[in-house]
């Protein structure tokens, strides 16, 4: 693995919702009257809405935008009640005030937010959703080489240099094995499955 970046729960500043408790009360009193904004069908924008209401066991409306700006932007402005923007995107404006952040959907909290609390924190017990990156080879190939590219990566990951610039763009390195990773991957792909099955998810 390379790097993981949380997304962040947000909401407009007009909507009376200052927790996620909050939010989902209200979600619940008005099935399908809320909206959520989306980078599309199928990002992991998308994919982290869909897991919070199956969590919440809530009926939100998606909004989906050709990419996370104007997904964002709309948030911004009020013409949706709610997204799920990367850390990175919304931590700007959530600094300057002019979006609420409720909650991060790392399973720990952020250091560039620390008084945001998790959403497992919220109350959506073992709720986990984080952007990640890894180094993929062929299959087939060398282990001996596998190796070599992990130990390499595993020293770049490792350096200041690295961690600062990973920081500038609100991620962390993600040191793994090659064993992990795939493991990993796995894991992720398994349960990604599931939620896009049971949620009914299909590309447009």
């Known amino acids: 693995m390379v790097a993981t970046s949380s997304h962040v729960l947000v ?12 939010l989902v009360q209200l979600a619940r009193a008005n099935p399908g009257r809320l ?10 924008f998308h994919l982290c ?19 996370g700006g104007p997904a964002l932007t709309d948030t911004l402005g009020g013409q949706v009640d709610m997204s799920f923007p990367t850390l990175a995107a919304a931590l700007p404006h959530v600094k300057a005030g002019t979006v609420r952040a409720l909650a991060v959907t ?31 080879a062929p299959a ?23 961690r600062e610039k990973f920081q500038a763009q609100a991620m962390e390195a993600f040191i793994t094995t090659p064993e992990e990773a795939g493991k990993f991957i796995a894991a992720e792909a398994a349960r990604l499955s599931r939620l896009i099955k049971a949620r009914g998810i299909t590309a447009n």
């Open 35 to 44: 909206s959520y904004a989306s980078a599309g069908v199928g990002t992991t």
């Open 106 to 136: 790392s399973i720990e909290r952020s250091t560039l937010l620390p008084d945001v609390p998790t959403l497992n924190e919220a109350g959506l017990k073992d709720f986990q959703f984080t952007q990640w990156l890894a180094l993929l």
């Open 140 to 162: 087939g190939t060398q282990p001996a080489i596998v190796n070599r590219l992990n130990g390499a990566l595993k020293g770049a990951l490792n350096s200041s240099e690295v």
């Open 49 to 67: 809405a869909e897991m919070f209401k199956d969590a919440t066991n809530t009926f939100i409306l998606h909004v989906p935008y050709r990419g």
């Open 11 to 22: 909401v407009p500043n007009r909507l009376k919702a200052t927790k996620v408790a909050d």
